[in-house]
């Protein structure tokens, strides 16, 4: 079925619907990924976006149990030059057409994808427009025009988990409806795919530092959005993880006093989220965090940085950014359209809570190719936090080593933590002595 | 970490003659490393032995040695030059063999040369198996499971081990030369032997079969501080069991989830961090079991490869530039994406179409030869196409190929759809025994009913591929129906249909179908090669064709000239017109004009996207040239400089009014046709041997009683000798005219008179249409009969009197004014007594040109560039003949060891793959060293055998009596030997095949035969001496098969004996040339 791609500045061009019917809007944005297309559109960040894929070939692998990022389909549509609809891989377990279809997401084929891209890298990502039924494309427009975008809105909403909830893989896999085999995706295995080996059993057998961690770190992930694959990595990393929904307030977090926080990537325009904003600020300095692609954006405002929109954002998986610390280059799975503006701080308070005070912010990871800020840390805050996606998922391994610093922080952080404690006792054995008993059953350690 | 200043002086190890598995790619790699290195300030040293690269240009090093490469002949360059480092990566497995022999023999410590790039012990550990599987095994890789051996029996017992079909890989050699697949075990013991042959230590790898598995290649670069990206992903079509040099391949990846894909990534970089290449690129090999996934490491190249050369085509990152750079100490970041400018290169390209690769085989050259493809590559060439879809640039590919198809069949060239149902049991024998037409066998495969399982069961191709290939069968049904019905017309440009095709289904010619298309707005758009899908802004003018909205190009007002390339490598059109093409370029560069590249082979340096203004990487067939100029509008095209590729396009493309520069289509003609060209030489009272052409059985006959036999017969319009041979009588002339036709292409076939014993000799000059001056004359060792890109010749003769050469240049001069050439011209003569024939005229590049550039040091094809674009020579600076006073020696090299069951002897039809120079002060010196650089050195002791044909006995004798008396002994067959004894020559008689035991072949097999002169009776597995001459190859024992070239053998071995090798650097020779 004929279908027209019109953006909000009267950009047009026609393609077919190779499933789904009807009017879709978003903001139109490119992925440059060879592969992953399966991730990407399961991904909750491209929520409110219709998705380009510049690789012209795409369904050739169909799609398969595993490699969703979530349970749902998110991007709002889906645009490509050919569709192909004989997939053949050894996972795949039915067809992009069929996914799409089940999940009652448009997709568009034909369409002369390196056009569009050429066009949104110009005149940047913009609001857009795909119909079936409307063939006007100066309707279009205005339709596209009226739609609402990204800007300023919480899309957060959208793709946010209802209710809190434990983190376990393998039920989450068998929820799937299970896979027959256990893929033991950590790239280090040799690449095999075992018939039935349990995840305990996994070969980590550390390439990149990633060791078996005896420990649990009791880590409590807010969830904007998150992909599933944060959740595996920081599985696999030791953590044992509560995923909480993005608006829960501070108070009821810290309440569960886990040894760390994580803040998800999600969609959307982060200066739209002022009340999460505040409660992070809230988090800031009480427990080690970690953040990642949306999750370092509201870190950066919570630090009272400002966020600006990129012209057409960084979509993609080859993106290279320079581990400052370490002066290595790492090429990176990228997924946003805002960044975080370190140029000057502003003493805003939003949700009323002062920005802390702090002055050991350091830039840890630029990107190579427009310079902008990619990762940062704040020792003495116990915060680190990424622009890009060191899970990945789709893109190059190259940063799982960040799930390891941030388990380092949560050790750093429960040693000084128990250091702490034990000079209380210690001092309290004296008081004890000295004063006599008197009850000191105060919580240490949450003011640092 | 900016780069080194410790070192000054680099050598770069070029990789030789072209032979099959190691083209013109390392040309390009050694072009780019040269260039990078000398704008880095370094001095860059470079040996080389194949003259007709574009990287032996005296401007591309500050020295160039075209010398052997031999650890002994690299050890003097060394010795003479002191480098501070050597950097190996870049030639080859020639250019890395000879560094870790180099390194062995102590002689890199000796000089304090430091390996850059890899060093030994990495290109050890990559290079030998047991370390390779050690290594892997190391880091959790798996490989195939493998054991190297040294004896048949014991690869016998490994394969009973591990089961049936097995894999043989001799150790230490190229493209996989003598290995093969064993499925049981009479051919296990037949392949073992011969692998064990071919080995240089005698040691073959019997390894676990992974035939059928999918089979995946990446690009992996990594720089000093370890950073490691992938340039690029390669899927072969055709999955493990196939030499990937002979697979079709597909950038990228087509098949692999991200998981997967990543997966295989991560390998790839423990392995080139295990394995310890420091800085560059490296290609690694994975095989993938498509039932369940399981990944082995295949193998990996620690250097850049013919794979890294299709790799940066297909991505536009300079693979070879970019690890030149980083083997003197910079790092990716450091270093900008040459295409985007404001980007690093330290990213992992990614692209927004799809490339596939077709191998270009040349089996018509060796009949006798096996087809079948297997591990070991026998293709000769290859090219590339980009599109938007698999399925447009499948078609593009198959049409880039030039073998007279113009897609996936449907262009007048298939069997015949209705009876394919009934071939189908024949159909599916074809696809599961793949050979260069499979193909298109699938394509019948479908028409005949298969359906996608089936064919799957029978090739193991991937479905997903079966399934695009079935897409374009089936909508040609749907295009057959309605060819040119506007909608559908667009859809089948959007799937790769030429204008052919489309123009065969509906009963038109080509051009219609055009005039259609664009009647109705359907025109190829270009779209750029960009390295980063669109994101960033490109400044590199790379593009290629396809059917889409928009088009990219930016058409300058510059004046521009555009110049049409050779095409893929065959026998016969080969590196030596890219060198002229690459040149061209550059002349017109330095003249101001916009110069626009056209070229489908992705081994070339002309496709660099650095060498000219723009790029189009695109078919060089009339639709898509056109195509080209729509948009481009060229104040010219050259066409002289490509081969016959481009010039087949003269006519049609001065027909549709674009200007052809230089020689017209007219004089190209008058030159091509007989008829005219036996006008011009009465007018000009010139020679040439008798002759006729002919259409018909009879008229061949009538034309050969008259001029009598024998006769030299060949087809009109074909380049390399193709189906050309000398008849000796009435029945081989009437089967020739048979088998000719196919090859002629409804041209007539040409019949002379072939001269017996006549010198050739091969002239080069340029003109500019009032001037014309000798650019060299060469005297060919072999006589006339010997196609002239086979034989060996010096430049200036070694033996023709000084009137005769003279006379020869006059009717050179004569007839390129004549013929109003403007660039160059090349004739080939005969000298037969006091007669002078001219046997051919082409007024265009000739395969000679370089050879002549780096023997006189004058850039010819440069020259010749400037001319057409109305230049005159004298403003040139070009008023006479440079005559060096040193001598250069041309030597070819022949393939024959890929191909077991064709007989060695050199004929009319051309067969060598390359050429190598050998160049000193006297004729004996520069053709002892041609052999070396050849690879079959002349031994300075032991045995000869000796046996010749009765016509060659008598000038036997004095080459038998110089060969004793330079001491070495001399074995004979009967006849032979009781002639030298009636000399009084020593010598031992043997047994011919057959008389006895042990024979001739004993003694080969035994290694008591240093030297072979055998002159041949006949040709063909007939003759007992055919057996001889293939045991030689499988042996690796010269063979010198005509007289002439025994004559020069000894000459050769008489200074060889008496002075050791000297080596000089070309920039020193071509400033004594006055």
């Known amino acids: 079925m004929k279908a027209l791609l019109v953006l909000e500045d009267g950009f047009t061009l026609e393609g077919e619907a190779f499933c789904g019917r009807g009017e879709v809007f978003g903001e139109v944005v490119f992925n440059t990924s060879l592969t992953g297309y399966q991730e990407i559109i399961t991904d909750p960040s491209y929520k409110g976006q219709i998705v380009t894929l510049t690789y012209p070939l795409i369904g050739n692998y169909g799609i398969n149990f595993d490699d969703s990022e979530s349970e749902r389909l998110q991007a709002e549509a889906l645009i490509i030059r050919e569709y192909s609809p004989f997939p053949h891989n050894w996972r795949a377990t039915t067809t992009l057409k069929e996914f799409l279809e089940s999940h009652n997401t448009m997709g568009i084929e034909g369409i002369d994808t390196r056009a569009l891209t050429r066009h949104i890298r110009e005149a940047g990502a913009m609001k857009g427009v795909i119909s079936t039924e409307d063939l006007d494309p100066l309707s279009l427009v205005q339709k596209a025009r009226a739609h609402p975008g990204l800007v300023g809105r919480d899309m957060v909403q959208y793709v946010t988990c209802k209710e809190s909830y434990v983190w376990n893989e393998r039920l989450e896999r068998a929820q799937d409806g299970g896979c027959g085999g256990e893929y033991d995706d950590d790239g280090y295995g040799a690449g095999r795919f075992h018939g039935a080996v349990s995840t305990g059993s996994r070969n980590d057998d550390g390439g990149e530092g990633r060791r078996h961690h005896k420990r649990q770190y009791k880590v409590v992930a807010m969830d904007f959005g998150i992909k599933r694959n944060i959740l595996k990595m920081l599985e696999r990393a030791g953590c044992h993880i509560t995923v909480v929904p993005a608006y829960t307030r501070a108070e009821e977090i810290l309440a569960l006093d886990p040894d760390g926080i994580f803040l998800s990537n999600g969609p959307g325009d982060p200066a739209g989220l002022p009340t999460i904003i505040g409660e992070v600020r809230k988090l800031l300095g009480k427990r080690p965090i970690f953040g990642i692609c949306l999750g370092h954006q509201l870190l950066g405002l919570a630090l009272g940085f400002k966020t600006y929109k990129l012209k057409f954002g960084h979509h993609g998986g080859n993106h290279p950014v320079k581990n400052l610390i370490t002066g290595k280059v790492e090429i990176t799975a990228q997924n946003h359209g805002f960044c975080v503006d370190l140029s000057e701080r502003v003493t805003g308070t939003p949700g009323g809570v002062p920005a802390p005070a702090f002055n050991d912010l350091k830039v840890t990871h630029i990107n190579l190719n427009d310079n902008t800020l990619e990762g940062m840390e704040v020792p003495s805050l116990r915060l680190l936090s990424v622009q890009y996606h060191p899970e990945a998922s789709p893109g190059p391994h190259d940063s799982w080593y960040l799930f390891e610093s941030f388990t380092r922080m949560m050790d750093d952080f429960a040693g000084e933590r128990d250091m702490k404690r034990l000079s209380q006792n210690r001092n309290q054995d004296q008081d004890m002595e000295e004063k006599g008993a008197k009850s000191a059953s105060s919580k240490a350690g949450v003011e640092v | ?1074």
């Open chain 2, 1 to 1074: 970490m900016p780069k080194r200043t410790d070192i000054k002086k680099i050598l770069i190890i070029g990789s030789g003659p072209i032979i099959i598995g190691q083209a013109c790619e390392f040309d390009y790699s050694g072009s780019q490393a040269c260039k990078a290195l000398r704008q880095e300030g370094y001095e860059v040293i470079l040996v080389n032995s194949n003259p007709a690269t574009i990287m032996t240009d005296p401007d591309m090093a500050d020295r160039t040695y075209i010398e052997p490469i031999t650890p002994e002949v690299v050890e003097k360059i060394i010795a003479r030059e002191r480098p501070d480092v050597m950097l190996p990566t870049l030639g080859g497995q020639t250019g890395l063999n000879t560094a870790a022999e180099l390194h062995r023999r102590g002689v890199l410590a000796k000089y304090g040369v430091e390996l850059i790039g890899a060093k030994f012990e990495a290109i050890e550990k990559a290079e030998d198996r047991e370390l390779f599987k050690a290594a892997m095994q190391n880091i959790g890789l798996e490989v195939c499971r493998s054991r190297h051996v040294g004896s048949v029996e014991a690869a016998i017992e490994f394969a009973q081990e591990i089961g049936y079909p097995v894999i043989v890989r001799p150790s230490y050699t190229l493209g996989g030369t003598g290995g093969g697949v064993a499925y049981n075990v009479e051919e296990l013991r037949e392949i073992a032997s011969n692998g064990l042959d071919h080995s240089p230590i005698r040691q073959i790898l019997v390894e676990e079969s992974v035939i059928g598995w999918k089979e995946y290649e990446l690009e992996v670069m990594r720089d000093k501080a370890d950073n490691v990206v992938i340039i690029c992903s390669i899927e072969n079509f055709d999955p493990m069991g196939i030499h990937t040099g002979d697979s079709i391949t597909v950038a990228p990846a087509q098949t692999l989830t991200d998981r997967e894909y990543q997966m295989m990534r991560d390998a790839a970089i423990r392995v080139i961090r295990e394995i310890g290449v420091e800085t560059g690129g490296s290609n690694i090999q994975f095989a993938i079991n498509p039932e369940n996934g399981r990944m082995v490491v295949v193998e990996m190249n620690p250097r850049v490869s013919r794979s890294s050369a299709l790799a940066s085509k297909a991505t536009g990152f300079p693979i070879a530039k970019i690890a030149a750079k980083l083997a003197v100490g910079y790092t990716l970041d450091e270093l900008p994406n040459d295409i985007t400018k404001k980007t690093p290169a330290c990213f992992e390209p990614t692209i927004d179409y799809c490339v596939v690769k077709i191998p270009r085989w040349d089996f018509v050259k060796f009949p006798g030869a096996d087809r079948t493809l297997t591990t070991q590559m026998k293709s000769v060439g290859e090219v590339m196409a980009i599109g938007r879809t698999f399925k447009e640039a499948l078609q593009k590919a198959i049409r880039s190929l030039e073998q007279d198809r113009y897609g996936l069949g449907s262009d007048g060239k298939d069997e015949d759809a209705k009876s394919l149902r009934e071939l189908r049991g024949a159909i599916e024998a074809k696809i599961k025994v793949p050979d260069p037409d499979r193909i298109f066998y699938l394509r019948y495969a479908f028409q005949a009913g298969m359906d996608i399982d089936e064919i799957y069961a029978c090739t193991k191709i991937d479905k997903w591929f079966l399934y695009n290939i079935k897409q374009i069968v089936e909508f040609e049904e749907k295009l057959k129906k309605n060819p040119l019905e506007p909608a559908i017309l667009r859809e089948a440009k959007r799937y790769g249909f030429s204008d052919r095709q489309i123009a065969y289904l509906a009963g038109t010619d080509e051009l219609s179908v055009r005039r259609r298309r664009l009647a109705h707005g359907i025109q190829a758009v270009f779209k750029l090669v960009d390295t980063c899908a669109g994101e960033f802004e490109a400044f590199t003018p790379y593009f290629y064709s396809t059917y889409e909205a928009e088009d990219e190009t930016r058409p300058s007002r510059r004046k521009k000239v555009m110049i049409l390339g050779g095409g893929p490598n065959r026998i016969g059109q080969g590196i030596e017109f890219d060198y002229c093409c690459v040149q061209a370029a550059f002349a017109l560069k330095e003249e101001g004009y916009e110069v626009i590249m056209v070229n489908c082979n992705p081994e070339t340096v002309s496709t660099d996207y650095d060498t000219s203004d723009k790029l189009y990487f695109e078919p060089l067939t009339l639709e898509d040239v056109l195509n080209i100029c729509d948009r481009e509008q060229p104040d010219g095209v050259i066409l002289q400089f490509g081969g016959q590729t481009p010039l087949k396009l003269a006519l049609a493309l001065e027909r549709e009014g674009i200007k052809i520069l230089g020689t017209s289509p007219a004089s190209i003609n008058r030159a091509e046709d007989r008829e005219e060209f036996a006008e011009l030489l009465r007018k000009l009272n010139l020679k040439q041997p008798p002759n006729g052409t002919s259409r018909s059985v009879e008229e061949a006959r009538r034309v050969a009683r008259s001029i009598g036999y024998p006769v030299l017969v060949r087809p009109s319009y074909v380049l390399g000798g193709r189906a050309m041979e000398v008849v000796y009588d009435e029945e081989s002339l009437a089967s020739y005219m048979e088998t000719a036709a196919a090859a002629s292409y409804g041209h007539p076939v040409l019949i002379d008179k072939f001269l017996e014993a006549a010198t050739e000799v091969d002239v080069d000059a340029i003109s500019d249409g009032q001037n014309a001056v000798i650019g060299g004359v060469m005297e060919h060792i072999e006589y006339a009969g010997i196609h002239s890109g086979d034989s060996a010749c010096s430049l200036p003769p070694f033996s023709l009197p000084k009137e005769c050469v003279e006379e020869i240049k006059r009717q050179t001069l004569l007839l390129a004014k004549e013929l109003g050439v403007v660039g160059l011209i090349n004739i080939q003569f005969a000298v037969k007594g006091d007669d002078i024939y001219i046997l051919e005229v082409n007024p265009r590049a000739s395969r000679t040109i370089p050879f002549v550039s780096k023997a006189t040091g004058v850039p010819l094809a440069k020259l010749a560039a400037k001319v057409m674009l109305g230049k005159t020579l004298p403003e040139l600076g070009l008023t006479r003949e440079r005559v060096p006073g040193y001598v250069s020696v041309k030597e070819v090299v022949l393939p024959f060891i890929k191909f077991p069951g064709v007989d060695i002897i050199l004929g009319p039809e051309m067969r060598s793959t390359g050429e190598v120079m050998g160049i000193d002060r006297n004729f004996g010196m520069a053709f002892a060293k041609s052999q070396i650089a050849a690879g079959t050195p002349l031994p300075t002791r032991g045995t000869v055998l000796l046996t010749v044909a009765d016509k060659d006995k008598g000038s036997l004798v004095p080459i038998a009596r110089g060969l004793s008396q330079l001491g070495f002994e001399l074995m004979a067959t009967d006849g032979t030997s009781r002639l030298l004894q009636a000399n009084g020559i020593p010598v031992r008689k043997v047994y011919k095949i057959g008389e006895g035991r042990p024979n001739i072949v004993d003694h080969i097999k035994n290694g008591d035969i240093d030297l072979i002169i055998n002159t041949p009776i006949g040709k063909g597995p007939k003759y007992d001496e055919y057996q001889l001459r293939r045991q030689a190859i499988i042996h690796d024992v010269p063979v010198i098969t005509t007289i002439q070239g025994a004559m020069a053998a000894l000459e050769g071995l008489r200074v060889l004996m008496k002075q050791g090798i000297e080596v000089r650097s070309i920039q020193e020779y071509h400033r004594e040339v006055r």
